[in-house]
């Protein structure tokens, strides 16, 4: 039946997520210094797990977490949350329901030099 499949599609509520390259390679260079420099695999892996669920859980309720109040990214509608000692940052386009992972960073590190 149609009416199903629209119904469906209509209720879905979730949101899709997607990666910047830029986080994609902070992915990669977070899972690299901890499993070579820390000498720590298994936490390397449970970093970057805990990140991905964490980043996972924005699909449902992506409005959350704050935006950024500095004037560099308050244009840009960008939201800010932290896992562990890391801060993730995302912005949501609506339109597309969908969820934009701009970055990772460590949290003592000056994103604020870095841009987005």
């Known amino acids: 039946m149609i009416w199903k499949k629209e119904w469906k599609k ?8 997607e990666y ?6 902070s992915l990669e260079s977070i899972y ?3 499993y070579y ?5 298994s936490a390397a892996a449970s970093i970057i797990n805990g990140i991905l669920s ?11 977490h704050r935006k950024l109040d500095d004037e560099l990214f308050s244009k840009k509608d960008i ?6 000692n ?11 329901r969908l969820i934009l992972i701009v970055n990772i960073f460590y949290e003592k590190y000056n994103y604020q030099i870095e841009g987005i």
Do not use: G, V
């Open 86 to 96: 890391f801060l993730i940052l995302y912005s949501i386009i609506e339109k597309e």
């Open 10 to 17: 209509w209720w879905s509520l979730d949101y899709k997520i």
């Open 79 to 84: 939201r800010i949350f932290n896992y562990e």
């Open 32 to 34: 690299k210094y901890i």
């Open 54 to 64: 964490s980043i996972d859980s924005l699909s449902t309720l992506p409005y959350r």
């Open 37 to 41: 420099n820390l000498s720590s695999p």
């Open 20 to 25: 910047s390259q830029e986080a994609s390679l």
